[in-house]
């Protein structure tokens, strides 16, 4: 197939070297974003009196049918060009002939590379915020349904402060609200249209940059064409962002994989999200969310390969660049794997009350409360300390917990235990004492949860941007 760039050479392309410089095989996922854009370029160039009216109408009905056919399988991407760019204009040629030609006018490869990206990524990034919301609505559900669950709170995965499974489940929530934040300010830095900007010094037609942007849903095109066409950085964003939704997920799965453990028995996945073992008819694995947990390294992997790529590379465009798609192609497929799949083991996951709050009773979850109680008596703080440390210590020498002991073994400690103890260190009690903001005491989680609820009641990035479209139009 003659090239785009054929014209300059007199010899053939080795096809070894022609294999490893194409790359229609992985960006062969932008075809949408091609006719898309080439679409608002047949548009732009028309308005501008570059091509005919007749000249524009044609091309865009080459150029739907093109995206009609392919779609409907009566076409298919010609694995022999080199990228999608190629094939889509050799088609549009072979179709319309001289016409499709002019397509090209006023546009690189450099440019049209990088606003397909875009346009692609920017697709993405809203269906990960959407995958992050619906999440966060199966997280604030548990947390709604588990106010009065018990559960031990860890440090250094030794058992601390009881608390709350709403309240352990918020900590997630905040995670991944953070993590849906960081998406929308991606958006909103990502959101500039590079076309126009040509191989990397604009071009002499009068084009309107700032019409194929809105077209195409910009806030507007890209200032610098250098910058535009050899500007990778809202990926290496992107794919940062992600591999801290990919932290978060691989965190929530290794907790999830330690509470499904015979030794904990805290949660029972659905048999949808588990496997068995070949030889032992027992084991019932968490298979989905060690999974999960391992993927993350990927995606992390992704995020060091592009910035590894782009650190030495001067302006402006470099071949280098062709490999910022396989990577990213691969971390936004992994992601919404995992999220897809994490949420539903999350929604369909029972929890085991019982053993959550035998576990929160039986480690001492309750001594620092133990040691306020006699703060609160007149005794001095570190004294109070010393003391529920040495009661602790009797306990594990007895086999039993605080709870359990009779009054007058805990009076033998200190004096200034009475009978209202045993309610200071329950359970219930431990955790409606903590009324702090942030705290896991019912009238904080009240709090938090109205927070929740509205913030999830503004709905989707994707649906905010609708929205405003459709108030934009309505005001024009």
């Not at 397509?103 to 049209?112: E, I, V, W």
């Not at 959101?191 to 910009?218: I, K, M, Q, V």
């Not at 032992?280 to 992390?300: F, H």
């Amino acid at each position: 197939m003659a090239q785009l760039w054929g014209g300059r050479f007199t010899g053939e392309t080795a096809a070894a070297a022609y294999e490893f410089n194409a790359s229609i095989g992985f960006d062969r996922r932008l075809f949408h974003q091609d006719i898309q854009g080439s679409i608002a370029h047949a548009r732009m160039l028309a308005a501008r009196g570059i091509i005919e009216p007749e000249e524009r109408d044609v091309m865009i009905r080459a150029l739907g049918e093109i995206l009609e056919d392919v779609d409907r399988g009566r076409l298919s991407i010609d694995e022999s060009c080199e990228d999608i760019h190629s094939f889509v204009e050799a088609e549009l040629v072979n179709r319309i002939q001289d016409t499709g030609k002019k397509l090209h006018t006023g546009r690189s490869r450099n440019d049209q590379v990088a606003l397909d990206m875009r346009l692609y990524t920017r697709e993405r990034v809203l269906e990960t915020e959407g995958q992050l919301a619906e999440l966060l609505s199966v997280i604030l559900g548990a947390m709604e349904e588990n106010l009065e669950t018990y559960m031990p709170g860890f440090t250094h995965l030794q058992k601390a402060q009881p608390v709350t499974l709403a309240h352990h489940y918020g900590a997630y929530f905040e995670m991944f609200r953070r993590d849906r934040l960081r998406l929308g300010d991606i958006y909103r830095r990502m959101n500039y249209c590079p076309l126009g900007a040509g191989a990397l010094a604009g071009t002499t037609f009068p084009l309107d940059r700032e019409y194929t942007a809105s077209l195409l849903g910009f806030d507007g095109p890209a200032v610098n064409s250098m910058d535009a066409v050899s500007d990778r950085d809202y990926l290496i964003e992107l794919l940062a962002a992600l591999s801290t939704v990919m932290m978060h997920l691989s965190r929530f799965c290794e907790e999830i994989i330690l509470w499904n453990s015979n030794e904990y028995q805290f949660v029972e996945i659905d048999d949808a999200y588990a496997t068995g073992s070949s030889i032992m008819p027992q084991k019932k694995n968490p298979d989905i969310a060690e999974l999960v947990r391992g993927k993350t390294g990927r995606v992390y992997g992704a995020l060091v390969s592009l910035l590894t790529t782009m650190k030495g590379l001067p302006l402006a465009y470099n071949k280098d660049m062709q490999e910022d798609k396989e990577v990213a192609f691969d971390a936004m497929d992994t992601v919404g794997d995992c999220l897809a799949l994490f949420t539903g083991m999350l929604r369909t996951m029972k929890f085991r009350k019982d053993r959550m709050a035998a576990s929160a009773r039986n480690g001492f979850a309750n001594a620092t409360d133990a040691a306020d109680y006699l703060a609160a008596k007149g005794v001095p703080f570190r004294d109070a300390h010393a003391v529920v440390g040495r009661l602790v210590l009797y306990c594990i020498e007895k086999g039993t917990s605080i709870d359990e002991l009779s009054l007058e073994e805990l009076q033998g400690l200190s004096d200034k235990f009475e009978a209202d103890i045993y309610e200071a260190v329950s359970l219930k009690a431990c955790v409606e004492k903590r009324l702090t903001l942030g705290a896991p005491g019912p009238e904080a989680m009240k709090q938090a949860l109205a927070g929740y609820r509205a913030y999830l009641a503004e709905g989707t990035l994707a649906e905010r941007i609708a929205e405003g479209q459709e108030e934009a139009d309505r005001e024009r």
